[in-house]
């Protein structure tokens, strides 16, 4: 188990790349599956989910290799229909391949994935729409097993929009007979970057970013080599990491639209921000003062960065509401932020945060990915030093974390317990 030492006050300045959007790359790692010819994945982020992902690959018989900072998938040889259970209860992300696994050998067996400990994410929706193309789906003993002679296209109407299940689907009806058209699908770009790389791939995808996505059939899929969107919640990490101990810093590789609901937040707590091109600048130099943090599906305020924007409405002034509408357990970061000084009263899916001067260093343990982040740069504003413990949960979702900050001044550096 590995922790961060860091000695907060420090003003951060300077220029940090953003990587490839997790979300993104899962999902691609289980298109890969679909097609026997070659991918390539450029600026792959070698982070643990996306690491659990080619070992997963690699558990079905699909090779692959790094060539840099690109993942070389062959899938040729692939062969195998069952995802092992010890690397699906680590990532969340395995239940994607139950569409493209599905696809490729008429069935799949995998067990309940894991990933982070948020509140209850039911694959219901992902199982119900599988049904919905032909699948006949079995769940005993903590396993899902799913078969189906033919995929067949169809319409689905998704109860919620949910961004996985989308996507489960968009892999499962790529290559069924027929057309399928999803409806009250999850609009985040992240879903447009799925559609964009299958049909690069030779599929027939379209409306991927609206409510109805529109997937036409096609009998094979070619390889393909692709460069995934850029990671907008590390980019809103970086930024709110800089609203909080103030200074100046420009993120390269960054998306302005992809998150515009952050930027308008920020914009309104008297933040200077700029965008040019793949650049977001910004200035924070003054004492900031939220007033409503409200998350929702995209256009909408990402789940993703609540804990962090939790973390920064700590040392504002005057009093934040921050509701919490999609993880009912997603405040598990609010106790360790009590214990740096933090003044926050949760009730059931909403916090009111009550702005002090400063935090103050205290020992911390991260609980999941975004809460661990958000304690992260909660250290990196605070008054003194401070750990922050089991960056397995940070690894999770952000490649070479402490070195980014490190380039903008921020005192930080990960040991061993």
């Given at each position: 188990?590995?922790?961060?030492?860091?000695?907060?006050?420090?003003?951060?300045?300077?220029?940090?790349?953003?990587?490839?959007?997790?979300?993104?790359?899962?999902?691609?790692?289980?298109?890969?599956?679909?097609?026997?010819?070659?991918?390539?994945?450029?600026?792959?982020?070698?982070?643990?989910?996306?690491?659990?992902?080619?070992?997963?690959?690699?558990?079905?018989?699909?090779?692959?290799?790094?060539?840099?900072?690109?993942?070389?998938?062959?899938?040729?040889?692939?062969?195998?229909?069952?995802?092992?259970?010890?690397?699906?209860?680590?990532?969340?992300?395995?239940?994607?391949?139950l569409g493209s696994?599905?696809?490729?050998?008429?069935?799949?067996?995998?067990?309940?994935?894991?990933?982070?400990?948020?509140?209850?994410?039911?694959?219901?929706?992902?199982?119900?729409?599988?049904?919905?193309?032909?699948?006949?789906?079995?769940?005993?003993?903590?396993?899902?097993?799913?078969?189906?002679?033919?995929?067949?296209?169809?319409?689905?109407?998704?109860?919620?929009?949910?961004?996985?299940?989308?996507?489960?689907?968009?892999?499962?009806?790529?290559?069924?007979?027929?057309?399928?058209?999803?409806?009250?699908?999850?609009?985040?770009?992240?879903?447009?970057?799925?559609?964009?790389?299958?049909?690069?791939?030779?599929?027939?995808?379209?409306?991927?970013?609206?409510?109805?996505?529109?997937?036409?059939?096609?009998?094979?899929?070619?390889?393909?080599?692709?460069?995934?969107?850029?990671?907008?919640?590390?980019?809103?990490?970086?930024?709110?990491?800089?609203?909080?101990?103030?200074?100046?810093?420009?993120?390269?590789?960054?998306?302005?639209?992809?998150?515009?609901?952050?930027?308008?937040?920020?914009?309104?707590?008297?933040?200077?921000?700029?965008?040019?091109?793949?650049?977001?600048?910004?200035?924070?130099?003054?004492?900031?003062?939220?007033?409503?943090?409200?998350?929702?599906?995209?256009?909408?305020?990402p789940t993703d960065?609540?804990?962090?924007?939790?973390?920064?409405?700590?040392?504002?002034?005057?009093?934040?509401?921050?509701?919490?509408?999609?993880f009912e357990t997603?405040?598990?970061?609010?106790?360790?932020?009590?214990?740096?000084?933090?003044?926050?009263?949760?009730?059931?899916?909403?916090?009111?945060?009550?702005?002090?001067?400063?935090?103050?260093?205290?020992?911390?343990?991260?609980?999941?990915?975004?809460?661990?982040?958000?304690?992260?740069?909660?250290?990196?504003?605070?008054?003194?030093?401070?750990?922050?413990?089991?960056?397995?949960?940070?690894?999770?979702?952000?490649?070479?974390?402490?070195?980014?900050?490190?380039?903008?001044?921020?005192?930080?550096?990960?040991?061993?317990?």
């Amino acid at each position: 188990m590995d922790k961060y030492i860091i000695e907060g006050g420090v003003r951060l300045f300077g220029e940090a790349e953003i990587q490839s959007a997790k979300n993104a790359v899962l999902p691609l790692l289980a298109a890969a599956v679909l097609t026997d010819g070659q991918v390539k994945i450029h600026k792959c982020p070698r982070i643990a989910d996306a690491l659990n992902m080619v070992a997963i690959l690699g558990e079905l018989g699909c090779k692959t290799r790094f060539e840099g900072d690109t993942l070389c998938i062959d899938s040729a040889d692939a062969a195998n229909h069952e995802i092992p259970a010890a690397l699906a209860k680590e990532l969340r992300s395995s239940v994607f391949l139950l569409g493209s696994v599905i696809s490729r050998f008429s069935r799949a067996r995998i067990a309940y994935p894991g990933g982070c400990d948020i509140g209850l994410r039911p694959v219901d929706l992902h199982l119900n729409g599988l049904r919905r193309l032909g699948v006949a789906v079995s769940e005993d003993g903590g396993y899902i097993d799913c078969s189906c002679a033919r995929l067949r296209g169809t319409e689905v109407l998704l109860d919620f929009p949910s961004v996985g299940a989308t996507e489960n689907l968009i892999l499962a009806a790529a290559k069924a007979e027929g057309t399928t058209v999803i409806r009250n699908a999850a609009k985040e770009p992240e879903i447009a970057d799925l559609q964009n790389f299958i049909n690069r791939m030779g599929g027939k995808i379209s409306g991927a970013g609206t409510a109805v996505i529109t997937v036409e059939g096609v009998k094979k899929l070619h390889g393909a080599e692709y460069t995934p969107v850029s990671d907008r919640i590390e980019a809103g990490t970086f930024l709110i990491a800089c609203a909080m101990c103030g200074g100046s810093i420009a993120l390269k590789n960054a998306d302005p639209v992809n998150i515009a609901s952050l930027l308008h937040k920020l914009r309104e707590i008297s933040c200077k921000i700029h965008a040019e091109n793949d650049k977001i600048y910004i200035e924070c130099s003054r004492r900031l003062s939220p007033k409503i943090v409200e998350t929702s599906p995209y256009p909408g305020f990402p789940t993703d960065l609540q804990a962090q924007m939790t973390a920064l409405a700590c040392i504002c002034e005057g009093a934040t509401v921050i509701v919490e509408n999609l993880f009912e357990t997603r405040f598990k970061h609010v106790p360790e932020l009590i214990r740096m000084g933090a003044d926050i009263t949760v009730r059931g899916r909403s916090a009111l945060v009550r702005g002090v001067p400063r935090l103050h260093g205290a020992d911390v343990f991260a609980s999941d990915l975004r809460g661990g982040a958000a304690l992260t740069l909660a250290a990196l504003s605070a008054e003194g030093r401070s750990s922050v413990t089991d960056l397995r949960f940070i690894d999770r979702g952000y490649s070479a974390f402490e070195y980014k900050l490190r380039a903008l001044g921020a005192r930080i550096r990960r040991v061993r317990v």
